[in-house]
């Protein structure tokens, strides 16, 4: 019943109204797997090179994430380096070092080849691709993230891609650009045409939108009154979302909307300081805690 993810491992540099940090642990896949660790075992494919060190290893180490497919290359680690606008909504990239990263093929140890339920995060859509074909078998859920830079740049590759996924994690940019459409719900609508069972609108501190051919449901970003740094939020939802999933076995309307819950819940550890730093000592507890004051604040009765 594991979760298999396959993304960036990387170090950051951030900026935010609050503070800055210099070469943090970061990248899609760290948020992803600590959040999906507290519901399933993760399994990591990821690159990383030889600045990476046993002490970033720990953090990873403390849960339940294999890193048998974490390969360390000659070089050095993917760097990516941003700066949040006074409102924090806006986010320039200052740099983006690929490193090992840019050599990047995703192989697949053999004791991941049974892996049922897989996320594929924000890479080359082709590699996305090559990832689903080295698995045994149909998996039995699969997630995919993507952004603007393949959007335009390897529509095709993508759209290919899109035709193996279950549930497609996007923002709303990303979903209009991809369909030329403007209005979010036929934007959404046609998405599901393109391949995905199910369309996950991520919409920053506006929460996040489930579209699936039979409803709609959205949930709010957890109100805090402390938010440090957003960097890592969308892969943390992305996370807790899919390892909810992973655990439940299957994508009933309940277990979906529930795990729609889960991850607005784990993202909001994350903002809540720089990097990876609470998100890697949130509690199981702690996450039930928020879950049921979030159960709380959306519940009503007409
Ligand atoms: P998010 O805030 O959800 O967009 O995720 C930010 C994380 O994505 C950071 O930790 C970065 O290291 C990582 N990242 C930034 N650019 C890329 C890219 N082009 N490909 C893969 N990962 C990236």
């Known amino acids: ?38 519901f399933v075992p993760v399994r990591m494919v990821a690159i990383v090179g030889q600045d990476f060190t046993d002490e970033h290893r720990a953090v990873f180490k403390g849960r339940k994430i294999d890193l048998t497919g974490l390969e360390t290359a000659a070089g050095r ?34 004791g991941y080849l ?4 897989i996320f594929l995060g924000n890479i080359d859509p082709g590699l996305q691709r090559s990832v689903l074909h080295q698995v045994n078998g149909r998996p039995r859920i699969v997630g995919l993230d993507t952004m603007n830079y393949w959007i335009e740049g390897s529509n095709e590759q993508l759209r290919e891609t899109l035709k193996y996924v279950d549930i497609l994690t996007i923002n709303d940019d990303e979903t209009r650009q991809l369909t030329g459409e403007h209005n979010l ?17 991520k919409r920053g501190e506006h ?15 957890f109100p805090l009154e402390e938010v440090h740094d957003p960097t890592g939020a969308g892969d943390t939802f992305a996370g807790g979302f899919m390892g909810f999933l992973a655990k439940a076995g299957n994508m009933s309307e309940q277990n979906l909307r529930r ?17 990876v730093e609470r998100l890697a000592k949130v509690t199981r507890r702690e996450i039930n805690d928020r879950a049921h004051r979030f ?3 959306t519940t009503f009765k007409l």
Request: proline share 5%.
């Open 1 to 38: 019943m594991s979760l298999l993810v396959v993304g960036s491992v990387a170090f950051d540099a951030i900026e935010t109204p609050f503070g800055k940090v210099d070469r943090t642990l970061g990248g899609a896949a760290s948020y992803f797997a600590l959040a999906a660790s507290h």
């Open 77 to 110: 680690s993917f760097f990516w380096s941003g700066r949040y606008s006074q409102n924090m909504n806006e986010r320039t990239t200052l740099a983006t070092e690929l490193n090992v990263f840019a050599d990047f093929k995703p192989a697949l140890p053999p």
């Open 114 to 117: 049974d892996s049922q339920h």
């Open 185 to 201: 719900l036929r934007a959404s609508r046609h998405v599901l045409e393109l391949g995905p069972k199910i369309l996950i609108v």
């Open 207 to 221: 929460g996040a939108l489930m579209v699936h051919p039979k409803f709609i449901f959205s949930v709010p970003a």
């Open 259 to 275: 795990a729609m819950v889960y991850g607005s819940v784990l993202a909001s550890f994350t903002v809540e300081q720089f990097g």
């Open 295 to 297: 159960a709380k604040l």
